[in-house]
């Protein structure tokens, strides 16, 4: 069945990369994408990436996907304190009626 | 700026009570959805709505219900509240662009019931 998978934490400095995986089954899915969630709150789409593109910058972040090994990653350089929430990915299911997430990746950082 | 509102950002019930979340958004999108988020378990969609009067069952619609008579307002409803409906209730909304559905959440609300 559709799956969406990713690591569950991930703790790094204050000024360095963060890099958040994700795996998902669905290789027809259109969009992919990168929710963020802080405490308390609820989830803030960052960005979100077409399936016929391998990058996407957008200032800090950059989302890379590989197709092939239907992988999805997103790179958060000079990583802050503020960047500390839960990160989800989703992509759309089968149907195309709704997003699949996974469970999130709590991001942890320390200054 | 998308807007989505919930009508109760912390909520407290007894077992037993019927329980009415509301949500509402601006901006006229057809696509409106329930979730429930509990720790390591992620988001699981409830229901959701693609039109006025009209709605899907989710991955886990026991022991709720969902009304939508207007299409800015989407209400879950327990008609019944049990413990283990105790969760952070999420609601979201999208229009249906071609080929994509980027969903707009509301800020949650946390319902324990007693």
């Known amino acids: 069945g559709e799956d969406v998978e990713q690591s569950l934490f991930l703790s790094v400095r204050e000024g360095d990369s963060s890099v958040i995986n994700c795996t998902y089954t669905?290789?027809?899915?259109?969009?992919l994408y990168w929710y963020k969630q802080e405490p308390g709150a609820g989830l803030q789409l960052l960005t979100y990436?077409?399936?016929?593109?391998d990058m996407k910058q957008d200032q800090r972040l950059t989302v890379l996907l590989n197709k092939k090994d239907k992988h999805l990653s997103l790179r958060i350089a000079d990583t802050q304190t503020g960047d500390s929430a839960i990160y989800f990915c989703a992509e759309n299911n089968q149907a195309g009626t709704a997003l699949i997430f996974g469970k999130g990746t709590t991001l942890s950082v320390s200054s | 700026d998308v807007k989505v509102t919930q009508s109760s950002r912390y909520l407290v019930k007894r077992t037993g009570e019927k329980v009415f979340l509301e949500c509402v958004q601006d901006?006229?999108?057809?696509?409106m959805f329930w979730y429930r988020q509990d720790p390591g378990l992620g988001l699981r969609l409830i229901y959701f709505?693609?039109?006025?009067?009209?709605?899907e069952k989710g991955d886990i619609p026991e022991g709720y219900s969902v009304s939508r008579e207007k299409k800015e307002r989407f209400s879950l409803i327990l008609e019944s509240a049990s413990t283990n409906q105790t969760s952070m209730y999420l609601c979201?909304?999208?229009?249906?662009?071609?080929?994509?559905?980027?969903?707009?959440f509301g800020p949650g609300t946390r319902l324990t019931v007693l």
């Open positions: 990436i077409f399936s016929n593109m």
């Open positions: 669905d290789s027809s899915s259109t969009y």
């Open positions: 709505s693609y039109d006025v009067k009209m709605k």
């Open positions: 979201a909304s999208s229009h249906r662009q071609r080929g994509t559905d980027t969903q707009y």
């Open positions: 901006m006229d999108h057809e696509n």
